[in-house]
């Protein structure tokens, strides 16, 4: 993740580039060029021992019989027969001919006795001159292309070995000297010289993931106040969220913080390597650790390594499992008060095998979430304080025109800005260099995260709005805890978040609100812009199976009555249990539940356009609102009494 550092670079050169095969391909088509040019000439020709025996030497057509090496036989034809066979005449017409010599055919054998015995026997009942003139000889030969064949593998394994090794050994020491680092860690170390020398001042927000940490720094500190306590020493914290986020930097910072050294490794280090190297890398940097203990072991990427065992797409990957194992194990075999402790960052935690998260691991894990508002205008804080800027440049001007990037785009952003200032040779960076470089990262993120634009956003703010103001009015709504239009995941751009009731039970004038709730965002949208947008899909496709559920499941439609035609292990995928009939009118009753909904969801937006305006305006503004911030702006929830009951 962690780009910025140039320790990190200066370590592994090779990293970036990954290695291209072609001129392995190359290689093999070298090899398998020369295995063609030593083939002896005209033996194309292959025949079966059949037509050999029972045509070719009672005809007379053969003059010589090599046995090779007890299981080839290679043929020779008279001079005279060639012309007599077809594969030759047309070969010499072709000009393409080369030799009389030959062989001219060859075949396997699998056993050289019984040939010996079948040639007998033909030859017994050939006329002594022809008998004398076949000549029969066993060889045994060491051809060059025999030894080349049987080379062939060996050279071209130990290539592709060389250059994985070259691959792996990182830049140290030259090809030669590469091949010894195999099983080594290439983790990165920022030791006393190179010691870390962030602090938890260079990271922005994230105020209860550093306090979570902070008992890291205090134990590496001082062991000896835990141990004598008997208290439990944390082992591995698991720093959880999307990328750029800062789990990099605030595990550095732990080690500033305490003053230890700073061991970095990424997952996928471990696992792009042969059987064996994951694991032997995982028991060097665990040596390494050791020996300069206290210390803190960094892992990034650490799903690469962790998933789950024996689930992933081609089966299982026996080389990362190892890694895995062996992780596990060193993990397992230090106990806490040995000072080491293991910090690791993924974005996927719900991919990660569960022995990895059982106690005594990785049991604690600290959540980092993209940063919001106020968020983002400390992260613009930290990384403005280098940068000579104008007055009117401020961090919260820059962090409303941000929503959501992460803590790295942000730091990309003030780099930019410097370098738009920069070339136009200004003394100070303006506010139009920021817009640009804005601009610029936005451009350049598009795809790969998620960034909004303003125009977006409006949407964004007027969809939640809308899914907010059903839950507050509609009686039978989950009470909204909050909602927000910062993006999280992959999914979603924004949510909101409501406290569900502890029920298993439902009755269908909640069902109904429950989707007239989910409809709430596309009827906002539509009755705001007059246009829908892609962005309430997922929510359709959660209206589309409630309302399923509902006639098919739970017997809740009049039409198609008391029936429920569920089925948990989904045996009947292709033979469904209804008629067709039955099926158009499941249909028409699911579209007619779902349009009824969706004009009452309009309907009830209608009335509350005001309120509406007001939060959508205010999530604009604060991006995210609480319940409290809801009352304040609306009035209380319409439905609040009753749930006391
Ligand atoms: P991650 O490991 O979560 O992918 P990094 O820690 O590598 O993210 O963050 C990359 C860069 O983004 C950092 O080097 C820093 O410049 C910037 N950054 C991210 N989060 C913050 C933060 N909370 N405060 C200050 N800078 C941050
Ligand atoms: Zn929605």
Redesign the pocket.
């Known amino acids: 993740?962690?780009?910025?550092?140039g320790q990190n670079e200066q370590k592994s050169p090779n990293s970036g580039s990954k290695f291209n095969f072609y001129w392995i391909w190359g290689l093999i088509a070298i090899l398998l060029l020369a295995y063609v040019l030593t083939k002896p000439n005209n033996v194309d020709n292959k025949i079966s021992p059949t037509t050999f025996f029972e045509n070719f030497v009672p005809k007379g057509y053969v003059q010589k019989i090599v046995l090779v090496n007890d299981q080839i036989v290679e043929v020779y034809i008279k001079k005279d027969s060639i012309d007599k066979l077809d594969v030759f005449k047309k070969l010499r017409d072709k000009g393409g001919f080369m030799g009389e010599i030959g062989p001219h055919y060859q075949f396997q054998i699998s056993s050289a006795d019984r040939f010996d015995e079948r040639l007998e026997q033909v030859k017994s009942k050939l006329s002594p001159k022809l008998k004398d003139e076949l000549v029969y000889t066993r060889e045994a030969r060491n051809s060059f292309r025999g030894i080349l064949g049987f080379l062939a593998p060996f050279v071209l394994l130990i290539f592709v070995w060389m250059f994985l090794m070259r691959r792996v050994g990182g830049g140290v020491g030259g090809p030669g000297g590469q091949i010894f680092n195999i099983g080594k860690s290439k983790a990165s170390l920022y030791d006393k010289d190179t010691r870390v020398n962030i602090t938890f001042e260079?990271?922005?927000?994230?105020d209860e993931a550093k306090e979570e940490v902070k008992e890291v720094v205090d134990f590496l500190k001082n062991p000896k106040k835990y141990t004598a306590l008997g208290g439990k020493i944390p082992k591995g914290v698991l720093?959880v969220?999307?990328?750029?986020?800062?789990?990099?930097?605030?595990?550095?910072a732990t080690a500033g913080e305490a003053q230890v050294p700073f061991f970095s490794m990424s997952g996928s280090d471990f696992v792009e390597m042969f059987v064996g190297v994951g694991a032997s890398r995982v028991r060097d940097l665990f040596k390494q650790a050791r020996e300069k203990a206290p210390c803190i072991i960094f892992i990034?990427e650490i799903d690469a390594v962790g998933r789950a065992r024996g689930k992933g797409f081609f089966q299982s990957n026996d080389e990362r499992e190892n890694t895995l194992n062996q992780l596990l194990v060193e993990m397992d075999g230090f106990s806490g008060d040995k000072g080491v402790i293991i910090l690791a960052?993924t974005?996927r935690p719900d991919v990660l095998d569960s022995a990895l998260l059982r106690p005594g691991r990785f049991d604690r894990q600290i959540s980092?979430d993209k940063?919001d508002l106020v968020?983002r205008a400390?992260?613009f804080k930290?990384?403005l304080k280098p940068l000579k800027i104008d007055d009117d440049v401020t961090p919260e001007k820059l962090a409303d025109l941000t929503p959501g990037f992460?803590?790295?785009?942000?730091?990309?952003v003030c780099n930019e800005a410097a370098l738009f200032a920069a070339r136009k040779e200004k003394t100070a960076i303006g506010m139009k260099d920021f817009h640009d470089a804005i601009d610029r990262v936005i451009g350049g993120l598009e795809k790969k995260n998620k960034i909004i634009s303003p125009h977006e956003k409006e949407i964004i703010a007027y969809h939640e709005a809308g899914h907010a103001i059903c839950g507050w009015y509609l009686e039978n709504a989950h009470p909204l805890l909050k909602v927000t239009i910062i993006p999280r995941g992959v999914a979603a751009l924004g949510y909101a978040q409501y406290i569900p009731k502890e029920q298993y039970i439902y009755r269908t004038e909640q069902l109904l609100d429950d989707m007239c709730m989910t409809l709430g965002g596309r009827a906002a949208e539509e009755l705001v812009f007059g246009k829908i947008s892609t962005g309430a899909q997922n929510d359709l496709q959660k209206v589309t199976q409630l309302a399923y559920a509902m006639v098919t499941v739970y017997g809740m439609n009049e039409k198609v009555g008391n029936v429920s035609f569920y089925d948990p292990s989904n045996e009947n995928s292709f033979t469904k249990p209804y008629s067709d009939e039955t099926a158009l009118l499941i249909d028409e009753e699911v579209r007619k539940m779902i349009e009824k909904s969706y004009q009452r969801t309009k309907e009830l937006l209608t009335d509350k356009r005001e309120q509406l305006e007001a939060l959508a305006k205010a999530l604009l503004e604060r991006e995210i609102l609480f319940k409290a911030d809801l009352e304040a702006l609306i009035g209380p929830m319409a439905h609040e009494e009753k749930l006391a009951e």
Do not use: R
């Open positions: 993740m962690d780009n910025n550092s260079d990271v922005a927000g994230l720093l969220g999307p990328p750029g986020t800062g789990k990099t930097l605030l595990a550095k990034d960052a974005n980092i940063p968020g400390q992260i930290v990384h992460a803590g790295a785009e942000i730091a990309n």
